[in-house]
């Protein structure tokens, strides 16, 4: 009865794709531009979305093609894309489906998005290599040592704040990492982490934002008496739970779930809520636009 | 391919049943004290349900109990109800299956929740008589004269809003009715109707509270970028949008989605969730409880 | 309070768009093609989506640009296009957003979904006209006189079938019908039908297809026991609910819900998944394919 | 910002409970029967629920009370129950809440439910004991060893089924399982351990049944062209697909999903409602009845 599959993950091991994220002041052919760019190159379109903002005027794309037939290197892409680019004020980004982002997870006491997200990673459903957890407790280390990956254990007072940050930030930057997930990481983010990893830092908030923004969001829930919870992935920013939205997700409660059940029946939100925006981040389907994104399909 | 069918209002054409909705303190014994109330009345419970909340010490509790073989008239019997409620502390209500409510209905620009009503009222599906349609514009006289309702025209300006108050009230007191329905009515109604009617207008609000308070829900969540939107139904209080909530839904939504569009979208869901709402009330399944409520199944 | 807006509706009275849905044997710079195609009218693409299905190597698109700058007329569009499409051996449908399609929706005894469609129409949200409601029954002459749309009472027996089946395309052709909505028809149509409105009789099952196919789907729901019961808009085929699949939805049902429950909660499901697909369509949104369907955003 | 909870799971460490379990042919005063059988026994009841088919004249009632204070020992208080189940014909159920269930789980090569059910059970919301897993495969001991849970490596093949299916037996005997939980389970059951563990065996199959029961139905679901996939969770009985339904889910899917992609979604949908009924079932809220079920919220 086994239906076999690997879902998006297997364009890692497919023919590569080139993607191409970018948005700008909308005109008149930019679709045919940027067709016409990709046609050049050899490359075959496997996928495109394309979005207006007829009000704001901006327009915003995102190009999917094969490197199979392309006839130039990838730094040769990157150069005549930034010449196109440049003519047209567009802000851009340029990925490869077999360049394998670099994670890390950041956890606290709450294990349930870190052990979802291991197992997703085990069973080939995330198309990144997670080459960290890192935790202010050490509750974890069996989990992250289960799944071979190293365990730092980088505990956080109001004394070692400004320190321990600064650790933080050489270890990723040591390990190369390419996207944070705050798995349920309940420590505060200092402004140097959050400005080098600006649309790079995914958190899970415990709520529909913006509902129940800050702590206790359950117990908020429950005191409003809300008929439906919910869970929200979202960029972190200065702004507390004010970052740019990825995906949200809600379920159904009454008036016979405790504070208790809520934290149960949210648990299973979190972890889908912010694997999907994880996936949506790693293939490349994501564009941050001021405090909103706009995700591809 | 007909399945027939009249779903809850069936009830109206059987048998009639008692319908009690009671809450006091908590004590051993008080589900067997309502059980043995309705068996020595010879009543046969064709549903009960019962919640306690174990934190505050609260219980609550539906009982509904056929009429057929009891032994003693309706007064009789609610006097009799009245000395075990004395007992315990309760609060209770009494309402009778074939004692159909008196609702009126208000709206302003917007008729869909209206349209919406109507025909499920002539459709069978709502337990209720509809005795008038109240609204501050001209524009739903035709509608609600198809459905053959009154409709009431009362403007509302900053100088009338006192004298239009008290002639609402008098109509709705001429009319005997038991349930409110603002359905997108966009006036904001006036002390003495919220307490002539405590717990008895049902508002629908178009954003899932408490995200969105105020004017203008969709064009906020628009601006935060979020990836659901919500519809509301509560019972009306001094506290805009912060009464008691019934119902509640949400519908997905993307970046392609114009305000235009989440207000498209959003009238889906406000018909289903303020008809959720005014069914379970008419069936005498809401308890409303401090500023929350217990909906029965 | 009232945001404004009117969705998807409002591209009727803006710039008109023309849409292009095309269907093709993959191969490389078909995007490019396509958008270079509009680029030399002079056409502006305010929206682009494509899908390849790598498996069976076929390509879809749907492309929607601005008509305002562009420098030819609609024929001369059409055949300049129809060229490029023999090159690449596509099937495709030109349409254009001011051409308002006319729609004849079809009822037998229940209407909720005759309702909710006419009252969405009324609301400005279906860009169409309904200029007809054709049923075998006489029940809803009322309100489509209510909306001013003609009412057709025609009859079907065993022995009046194929006459009055005659009769019913002879109607269509004369009110030079675009889209035949089944809204809870119950009777099944015939072949010739069927092919003069291939892939434009919408019909709403009121199961989850494929479960519960054929008669009484709620019926069969509440004996199976099922969890939540769903509806289905789909195109009708010879195949009696067999044809491709345009949108479907469900709700959560439970042993408490009598079969008239399920046809209580069943209607909601209808007429919204009813009106989503004829969104969809008359959008330009929709795509057979074999006996699926490709719905653009 | 942590909020703290151990949901339903709580009830293990407070104050034990009773829960009783029943249904008989409808009559007068049930309710009244047994909760005056709770009241003299000095029971305190926390949570009632009942239900009565009343087509079929059934009625089923879920009956948990506090044993805090009730003056006859668990025994005795079974056999008073029976008298009054005699009684009335009925059958019962009695269990506790300090009784933990012996769960056993089945497993094949897709390992994605095995480890949400034993994370969940880690993290102490499954109020049960889990006290093997039992492979036709190797591939998961390192995963039930990380977890402290015996791995049972038994694979079948044609010859050896009959054989295999006794050792299982004896083991599930020697290990006194209360529930077998088939989490992705590619085999089929025979006839000996369906009879010895008849409503005791939950079965997760991975479509919306009835819909695409039997092999491979994300590849059905695929050819179909369904908008929606599902999930289902049931007893096993000997038609396979075909037990009594405990749970499903349903989850949005497009034609940009290829089959691999419905695999993926699937999953998630999978671990969350096979988790909801392995609940359930634990907390004694199902009573099976014919071939469906009557979940108690």
Redesign the interface.
Known sequence: ????????V?AVTDTPTARLLLTCPD??????K???F??KL??????????????AGVF?QRVEFSLQ?VNVGRNELAQRFAQLADECSMEWKLSFSDEVPRVAIFV?????CL??LL??WR?G?LACDIVAVISNWPDHA?TAN?FGVPYHEMPVSAQTRAVQEQAVLRLLSELDVDLVVLARY?QILGEALINAFRSRIINIH?S?????K??????QAYD?????I?ATAHYATEDLDEG???????T?V???D????????G??LET?VL?RAVRAHLAGRVLV?G?????F?
Do not use: C
């Open positions: 009865m086994g239906d076999v599959g690997h879902g998006t297997s005109r008149t052919g930019l679709v045919a940027v067709a016409d990709v046609w050899n490359g075959n379109i496997v996928h495109a979305d394309q979005h207006t903002d007829s009000e915003f037939d606290s006491k709450f294990g349930h052990y979802d197992a997703r069973a459903q069996d289960h309940m415990h529909f934002l913006p509902a129940f800050g702590g206790h969001p359950y117990a409003r008496g809300v008929k439906l919910g740019p939205i990825i995906a949200q997700g809600v159904a009454s008036h016979r405790s504070v208790g059940d809520l934290v149960l029946k648990r299973d889908v694997a636009y405090h909103k994104t706009v995700v399909d």
